[in-house]
């Protein structure tokens, strides 16, 4: 079973620069949705950007534990969290 | 391992550089069967990609974990335009809000 907190801590662990958050959108912790805002995206494409957060997530992802991650990435902080707790 | 046999490399390049866009999704047109595949279908669709080349990974199994090895691209489904991995839904998803995916369909 995964959780926010955990995906949040293989993301940072990754990329340790960088804000994350994580939420379970569907209440059955494999389906998430993540806003991971870090400098090191400055100047890369969507594409590397994205492949930095997946990079650290790959084993679940090939397990089908984590079956769908929903992402937004920035180079920015965002000026307030992206969603509400 | 090594799902992407080179029968399917060759298929692959062959897929993505005859037609101008091409998404690796679970289902087909008619009946996506994944939202994440039915929203990227439809943003490439509204983008001016009358005609998306849609490939079910759910039909292929093979196929289904050959093309992530092939794209470097952990998730489905992927789009390509113009021979390149443009990414997944969410990606397509921004590039269709700020317009630039109707200008990367057009090429």
Redesign the interface.
């Given at each position: 079973m995964l959780t926010p907190e955990f995906i949040r801590d293989r993301i940072l662990e990754a990329l340790p620069d960088a804000r994350a958050w994580v939420r379970d959108t569907t209440g059955t912790s494999d389906h998430f949705e993540a806003f991971v805002a870090s400098p090191s995206f400055a100047g890369k494409g969507m594409v590397q950007q994205h492949q930095a957060v997946y990079a650290p997530l790959r084993p679940w992802l090939q397990t089908g534990e984590l079956h769908a991650l929903q992402l937004k990435t920035s180079a920015t902080l965002p000026e307030n969290p992206p969603w509400q707790p | 391992m090594a799902a992407l046999t080179p029968e399917l490399k060759a298929r692959f390049d062959r897929e993505t550089s005859q037609h101008r866009v091409v998404l690796y999704m679970k289902g087909n047109k008619l009946f996506p069967r994944c939202g994440?595949s039915a929203n990227a279908l439809a943003a490439l669709q509204a983008a001016g990609a009358a005609d998306v080349y849609t490939v079910d990974v759910l039909a292929e199994p093979d196929v289904r974990e050959a093309i992530k090895e092939y794209s470097?691209?952990?998730?489905l489904p992927q789009a390509f335009i113009g021979g390149q991995?443009?990414?997944?839904?969410?990606?397509v998803r921004?590039?269709a809000e700020s317009g630039e995916l109707a200008k990367l369909v057009k090429g």
């Open positions: - | 994440f470097g691209w952990p998730t991995l443009v990414g997944g839904s969410d990606i921004d590039l």
